[in-house]
């Protein structure tokens, strides 16, 4: 039996929930999915142009482990951008370092602590607006 994964240790979630291509209607795409833990060592390694024994130490996973999320997460794209689909960025053995919450009218990320505060963009929003991201 194989052992159980490991949670990966995020900063914050994505601020967007997918990408979709240009001029199509979402009804008329398909979709790939790409796990909040591979949009994670994207954003490490090429955005913040980490290396990889410090994008796995700021992950919580050995350096062999972030490469193989990181080769799945460009498999992911690479599949989005030559077929045309949409890419959501959605779940994964996930471990957020603080309770985040998205505003669902306008789907900003607010910072969650003990109590909450309704998104800032929103003048009409309440607390049973805000989704919990974490677990």
Same mark, same amino acid.
């Given at each position: 039996?194989?052992?159980?994964?490991?949670? =990966?240790?995020?900063?914050?979630?994505? %601020? #967007?929930? /997918?990408?979709?291509?240009?001029?199509?209607?979402? !009804?008329?795409?398909?979709?790939?999915?790409?796990?909040?833990?591979?949009?994670?060592?994207?954003?490490?390694?090429?955005?913040?142009?980490?290396?990889?024994?410090?994008?796995?130490?700021?992950?919580?996973?050995?350096?062999?482990?972030?490469?193989?999320?990181?080769?799945?997460? =460009?498999?992911?794209?690479?599949?989005? %951008? #030559?077929? /045309?689909?949409?890419?959501?960025?959605?779940?994964? !053995?996930?471990?957020?370092?603080?309770?985040?919450?998205?505003?669902?009218?306008?789907?900003?990320?607010?910072?969650?602590?003990?109590?909450?505060?309704?998104?800032?963009?929103?003048?009409?929003?309440?607390?049973?607006?805000?989704?919990?991201?974490?677990?």
């Amino acid at each position: 039996m194989p052992r159980p994964k490991q949670e =990966r240790r995020i900063d914050s979630p994505p %601020l #967007m929930l /997918g990408f979709k291509p240009f001029g199509i209607k979402r !009804n008329a795409l398909e979709s790939v999915k790409l796990q909040i833990d591979e949009y994670e060592a994207i954003r490490l390694l090429d955005y913040e142009g980490l290396n990889q024994e410090q994008a796995s130490e700021r992950m919580n996973v050995s350096r062999p482990t972030l490469t193989r999320i990181y080769e799945n997460a =460009r498999k992911t794209i690479a599949k989005a %951008l #030559m077929e /045309g689909k949409m890419i959501l960025i959605e779940g994964g !053995n996930v471990q957020f370092d603080r309770l985040w919450f998205r505003c669902k009218r306008c789907y900003k990320l607010v910072d969650g602590s003990e109590n909450h505060l309704p998104c800032k963009d929103c003048e009409t929003c309440n607390d049973e607006e805000l989704q919990l991201i974490n677990k």
